[in-house]
Structures are given as structure tokens and as C-alpha cells.
């Protein structure tokens, strides 16, 4: 998938967006996303999208449970930076852009007051860019 548009912001209510416009319809994105490659991409090596109450694991440590499941339209999960860490969210969200294209946002919100935003915004710039 070919990146055409890139928007990257911190929100000011503890939470970080970060999207990209790919070249790619929804569908496309979607199979991509729930393969095992995608997953990576965007969870980090080991980690499965699966459907809702899927628990997951990334070699990196990080860990969560699949709450949400919206084929075609929306994954959303809870995202612990490793054992004992507290709980955020991560909401995962393809919207059609057009017949060939899709935006794919990523929004991570409650975050911790010990968790620094831009390294988490960078963490999810990183990933669409695998991905």
C-alpha cells in the first residue's frame, strides 16, 4: 500500500491520533490488517488481531485484549506497555476515502500521567509506516 497523506497530532485530552490516506480500498486494508504480516506491522512481532476478547502478545512486551471488532470498519483494543503497566486504549479505524482510497486512524487515548505522548505518537507513526 502506497502512503499519499500523513497526519500526526497530539491531542490536548491524553490522547494520541495518528493517521495515514493509502492507496488501497477498505477491503484491501482490511485483509491486510487481520493477516498475520498486518498484525505485526502494527502490534509488533507476535501480535494477532483477533476477534472480540482475543488476548494478544508482542515479543516487545506489550499485551491487550481485543474489545471491539467491526470487520471492514474498526478494531479496538486495550494496550499495556508491558506486565503490570496500566491500561489504555487503542482504536483502530479505516474509513473509504474515494473508490481506491482508505484513511487509517489510529487513536490512542487514556493514557497514563507517567506516559510520554510523543513516544507513543511516534510508536503508531512507526507502525503505519510498516504497515
Excluded: C
Excluded at 502494527?42 to 471491539?68: C, F, N, P
Amino acid at each position: 500500500m502506497s502512503q499519499l497523506h500523513t497526519e500526526e497530532t497530539t491531542d490536548t485530552s491524553n490522547a494520541v491520533v495518528v493517521s495515514r490516506l493509502v492507496q488501497s480500498s477498505v477491503k484491501e486494508v482490511w485483509r491486510r490488517l487481520v493477516s498475520d504480516e498486518g498484525a505485526n506491522a502494527i502490534l509488533g512481532e507476535g501480535g494477532v488481531l483477533g476477534d472480540k476478547g482475543h488476548s494478544w502478545r508482542a515479543a516487545d512486551g506489550t499485551y491487550g485484549v481485543v474489545r471491539s471488532y467491526h470487520p471492514l470498519e474498526q478494531i479496538r483494543f486495550s494496550w499495556h506497555a508491558h506486565d503490570g503497566a496500566p491500561g489504555s486504549m487503542v482504536d483502530l479505524r479505516m474509513t473509504a476515502e474515494g473508490e481506491a482510497g482508505t484513511t487509517v486512524e489510529v487513536r490512542h487515548d487514556r493514557l497514563g500521567p507517567d506516559t510520554d505522548p510523543s513516544e507513543i505518537q511516534r510508536r503508531w507513526e512507526e507502525a503505519l509506516d510498516r504497515f
